[in-house]
Nanobody, 123 residues
Framework: VQLQASGGGLVQSGGSLRLSCTAS????????MGWFRQAPGKEREFVAA????????YYADSVRGRFTIARDYGKSVVYLQMNDLKLEDTAVYFC?????????????????WGQGTLVTVSS
């Protein structure tokens, strides 16, 4: 399974970006998908995840209320709408395919990873 993420870029604090991720194989449509991020010098951390059918959705406390994860039902495409971006949201964002249909929050629960897309928030 290959994942292609896009939509990253440079945005001012308070702005918005929408990330997209497409998985190459249909089999991943039966699996949960998630977004993680990694800032320079920090470990990769959970951002959001969604079940195979579009629910349930889980969010990290740091992004809840600002970010929204969604996917097309039964498809291997996942989106991350990021609003009210903050300086601390600057990171490389990775999409990933969970090993199961129900989403999880741990890196080890994900079997396939995309290459990452850089999000930079400026003041």
């Amino acid at each position: 399974v290959q994942l292609q993420a896009s939509g990253g870029g440079l945005v001012q604090s308070g702005g918005s970006l929408r990330l997209s991720c497409t998985a190459s194989k249909r089999t991943s449509s039966n699996n949960a998908m998630g977004w993680f991020r990694q800032a320079p010098g920090k470990e990769r951390e959970f951002v959001a995840a969604v079940g195979w059918s579009g629910s349930p959705t889980y969010y990290a406390d740091s992004v809840r209320g600002r970010f929204t994860i969604a996917r097309d039902y039964g498809k291997s495409v996942v989106y991350l709408q990021m609003n009210d971006l903050k300086l601390e949201d600057t990171a490389v964002y990775f999409c990933a395919v969970d090993r199961k249909a129900v989403p999880h929050r741990q890196v080890s629960d994900y079997a396939y990873w995309g290459q990452g897309t850089l999000v930079t928030v400026s003041s």
